[in-house]
């Protein structure tokens, strides 16, 4: 069963950064593409960006543009996500993702096998 677990979310002020972590228990996590989502309260799940298995390919969600960076450490089974400038829109709980036997990112979430539990990301005003 392969498992993802995130880290790094916390209360910040608005302007700050923070920088999400998803570690993946499964060898084979070079071949996977890997995608961040968010969730705010009283909303559905949205996508915030992907990458693919290299890491040379990448997709944000327009708000996030700019601002978000994802990577991936495939000798460390860890994908990250920086958040820099965070705005109060930016509160949710994110989620990280992972899918296999694709090789082109996703950007939906029934196109993701495996799910975080999540790590809760609040920005204060």
């Known amino acids: 069963q392969v498992q993802l677990v995130e880290s790094g979310g916390g209360l910040v002020q608005a302007g700050d950064s923070l920088r999400l972590s998803c570690v993946v228990s499964?060898?084979?996590?070079?071949?996977?593409?890997m995608g961040w989502f968010r969730q705010a309260p009283g909303k559905e799940r949205e996508f915030v960006a992907a990458?693919?298995?290299?890491?040379?390919?990448?997709s944000y969600e327009d708000s996030v543009k700019g601002r978000f960076t994802i990577s991936r450490d495939n000798r460390k089974n860890t994908m990250y996500l920086q958040m820099n400038s965070l705005k109060p829109q930016d509160t949710a709980v994110y989620y990280c993702?992972?899918?296999?036997?694709?090789?082109?990112?996703?950007?939906?979430?029934?196109?993701?096998?495996?799910w975080g539990q999540g790590t809760q990301v609040t920005v204060s005003s």
């Open positions: 993702a992972a899918t296999f036997g694709v090789l082109n990112i996703r950007r939906k979430i029934d196109e993701y096998n495996y």
């Open positions: 499964e060898r084979t996590f070079a071949t996977f593409v």
């Open positions: 990458i693919n298995w290299s890491g040379g390919t990448t």
